[in-house]
Each structure stands twice: as C-alpha cells, then as structure tokens.
C-alpha cells in the first residue's frame, strides 16, 4: 500500500483498503475557520449536536478576515468564540495568539504524522508534508465530524511525483509545486493523491515542504503527502501533542502513474492570471508593471520565506507607486522575524508589515486590489477578481520573486536586485 | 429533494472557480438570499437577476475548483437552480454539494451538445438527461449507493441523525 492508503485503512480498522473504496474512518483533527465554522455549528446545533467528540480534537481557527474587517465579520467571529468557548475547545485561537491556521497547527504540533486531517478549508492539504492524510472538506462535514469523529472518504489513487537532482539557486518548494501544476493542470490531479518524493524533496526544510503540499489542492487532488524522514522527526521534537506515527509506502505500492522531474530544468516560476497552471519561467514574461506585492499566507508566511525576502529586500527600496505588504503567518513567526533584524530591513524597504491573516489572498481585507490593477503574490490562487475587482491580475510567484518584483515595480527575477 | 427537473439551460465554459460562483467578499453571511444575490457576478454580472426557478447550469471540467466554502453550492441552490451538470466537478465542491442537497452530474457528452437557452429533462434518480429543445438523450456518470443515499437522506446531517449517531 501507499502511505496515503496506509493511514486511511488504519483509520477505518481494516487491513488494507484499494482506491475507490468508500469507507468510513475515525479523525484526529477537525478544523474550521472564521468562514466555514459558522455554517458548521449551525448545522451541529440543528441536529441537536451538544457535545463535540473530543474537545482536544476540534480546532477553531479564526484567521480569514480577522482583526474582524467588518461588522457582519465580527458577527461571524464571535459565534466561532462562543462555540468555542461553550464547548471548551483546547485549541481555539485569537487576537494575539492567531495566526494563519495552516502554519499555525504544526507549529503548535496540533496536527503529527500519521494522522488523518480534515478541515473545513481546502489549504488543509498542507499537513501532508509532515506524512499525515489531510484533506480539505465542506462545513456539513466539519459538522459531522465534530458530532460523530468520523467521516466517510473515497480511498484516492496516488499519481507519485519524484524530483531528482539539487534546486537551482532562488527555487524553492513554491517553484516545485507551480512547475507541477502548470504540467498537470488545474485538474491534473482530480480526486487523487499526490505524493511528492525524490532527492530534491528530502532536500527542502520543512517550511518548504508545505509550500508544496499547500498547492495540491490547486491541481484539484484530494491530498498531498510525503514520507517523514530526519528532517520530520527533528520537526516534531519538542512539539508533538500527540506521539508521531511514521507510516511509508510499500517499495510494491500500486501508483497510477508516476511523474519525473530534474531540478536542473526548473527556474523560479509565475503562475500568470487567471489559473495557477499558467506557469513561466520568471525570465519569459516580459515587462510586466505591478502595482502591489504580497508576502505570506499559508503557502509562503513562514520563516524562511521572510528570511529570503529579507535578504532580497536588503539595501533595496520598493519602486514608487507600488505596495508591499509582508504577512507572517503566525505570532511566533512574527516575532522570530522581528528578533532576527527582518522588520528593520522591511521597513526600510518601505513595506506595510501586517499581523498574521489571511486578508488579501482571497480579496477578504488587507489590500484589495483596484480594477486593473496587478499584483505579485506569494499566495496560492490568481483566480478571476481573486484579491479585488474582476478586472484586477495576481501573479503567484516565491516570495523571492515577489520582493525583487516589489524593488523593479515589475516582474522580476532575484538576481536583478540582489548582486552576486 | 425532488428527483425529477425541467429546466432552461445556463451555459459556463470550464474551471469556474468558488470565486466566481461567489466571491469572497460575500462570505461575511451565510444569509440564502444575500449570496444568491452575488451568485455568478464576476463571470455573468447579469445572471443573478435573470436566473429563474428550475434553471440549469451547464458546464465544462472542474466546475466549482478553489476553496471549500460551502457557500458556492449554497449561493448556486439559492438562487433557484435546480441541478449543475458538468464535464467534472472538483472534489471538495461535488461533496459538499451532496452533503447539502444541490443535485449534479457528470455528463460531458450532454456538455458538449447543449446551448444556453436548451430546455433539459432531468432524472436524477437514474442519470438521464433528455435536451428537449435538441431531441438528444444522455447518461450521467453513475452516482456511487452511497452518495444516492445520503441524497435521499436529504443530506449529510439528516443522514447521520436517521443512523442515531447524535
């Protein structure tokens, strides 16, 4: 068996399960946000839903349009508050202990290897490069999950993807996944599992690791995952809840296809609007005025991101007329970014440093675009009227690209701005 | 849910994202009559106002891609549609879609010869889909046991209350 098909048979108290199964399996973590867990407790109190299963096992994660943006907002945050409370969920999270939920539960090791994951956000595929099945649902089963711990899954097949060779210099896990993506197509991987393997994966950190898995969703898979190795362990020391469960794939497991990529070949990437599978190289896409930049979001608001952003940004100033707004994902990334002398170098690049949320990668708060306007972003989405009005184009590039873009007011590859 | 529908055809070309059924800007509410009102309003800003009861989107592949929020289907059943048929669906959006009771189905023959304004018959039950205007007969993808039951249910929630599991 696969990893994937690992993890879904031991949740479903079997011994093997075969893709197209249906069955029925236990959670670990349920997980919902601002937007989603609303309609769910709804539905939990419609049904006469008391008690959730586990109050250690429901995470409620405010994070999309918090600080609440606006008065209907508000409304919905605070339902998320009262359940929580009423309910005495261990994991709930606000104002200064928020952060963007999909950095924010492994770093608190809410989420371990092993696992099986849902949420009521479509990013939860993320979790899957720490070696657990993660997938993102609907409200209804969020529902469901936090009134009976279970849920019903179709047993995907796995397309592998194996990169060989060493990343280029400005590549990162961000590139892996546009490049994948923009070979696959925005259903490439439709009701499947992804998982990511090869010399080149074993290679990333793990804040490079989600980047990757963060995307899966954007070729429509149902998960993404990779096997834990050292660099999982080493993770997880010291912050696991929960003891780890280290599962791999049977050197016989049965793949539906298999996907080969060399490293050599892949350069930093965009995703040109309005679909993440209209990828180029950043060097092919001409003269492309900006006139906003975003770093951050669950795809790329972590440490290393900031920390290459710095390093693009150093002795740099944003071009006139353009925006940068740099989000780091969580608190403790946040403050990681202040102690390590980052923030002096953004502010002195002339950029907005916000508090974690997720705000403008999906248009909620926090630069919105204007009509016509364009903007580079670190997010995951350049869908039409994605971060503002209709008429507006977001650029999905690595937070490299995004600041050298910011310093250009172009697109623009790192080595433009940052000399050897 | 009734499993029998006749309606008029609104057509959509492929990967209709969750934020052209309903941008994010709206997801402030769960309210049904707020998001039918910006149902569809990036891709057809017209379309909320002229869709009637009973109507029917057609559809390319991977109709409903991008986020999780339920309130794509949602603001789609709102606005009175009766049934989506496309050449797929993206995963998170044909579950939820099931569990909250908006009848769909994959059909991409029945997509690729059906115009906007086709009267269709549709059976949900048994996956039939009959273009009036066009005199054409179709099959739907099957739907898996399953799936037809918590449909019959009328969705997940009611589905896990009939099995005493609250």
Redesign the interface.
Known sequence: MTITEKILALHAGKKDVTPGE?INAKVDIALGND??A??AI??FR????KKVFNRDRVVLVPD??TPN??I??AI?SKAVREFAVEQKLTHYYEGGDVGVEHALLPEKGIVVSGDLVI????H?CTYGALGAFST??????L??VM??GEL?F?VPPTIKFVYYGKLNKWVGGKDLILYTIGDIG??GA??KAMEFAGEAIGRLSMDGRFSVCNMA?EA?A?SGIMEPDEVTRKYLRNRAERPPRFHFSDPGAIYESTMEYDCAKIEPQVALPH?PENTKNVTDVGNIPIDQVVIGSCTNGRIEDLKVSAKVLRKNRVAKNVRLIIIPATPSIYREAMERGYFDVFLKAGAVISPPTCGPC???HMGILAPGERAVSTTN?N????MGD?TSEVYLANPAVAAASAVKGRLAHPDEVVKP | MPMKMRGTVWKFGS?I?T??II???H????DPAELARHCME??DPGFAGKVKPGDIIVAG??FG???????APFSIKAAGVACVIAK?F???FF??SF??GLPILECPDAVDSTSAGDTLDVDFSNGIIKNVTKNKVFKANPI?Q?MQELVRAG????W??KRG??
Request: proline share 3%.
């Open positions: 249906l937007i989603t609303p309609i709804t539905e419609g049904v006469g839903g999309h349009f943006k606006d209907l907002s919905q949420g009521a956000d479509s939860t993102g649902v609907g409200s209804t089963d529902a469901a009134i009976t019903w179709k925005v259903d439709l009701y969703v429509g149902k679909l999906l248009g909620g989405r869908f039409m009227g994605r209709s | 990967d994202d934020d052209r941008p994010a800007r997801l402030n509410t769960s990036d891709e592949k991977n891609c991008g986020s999780s929020r339920e309130h797929s993206a995963r998170i579950r939820n569990n909250m898996p399953f969705g997940l929630m009611k896990i209350k599991m609250v």
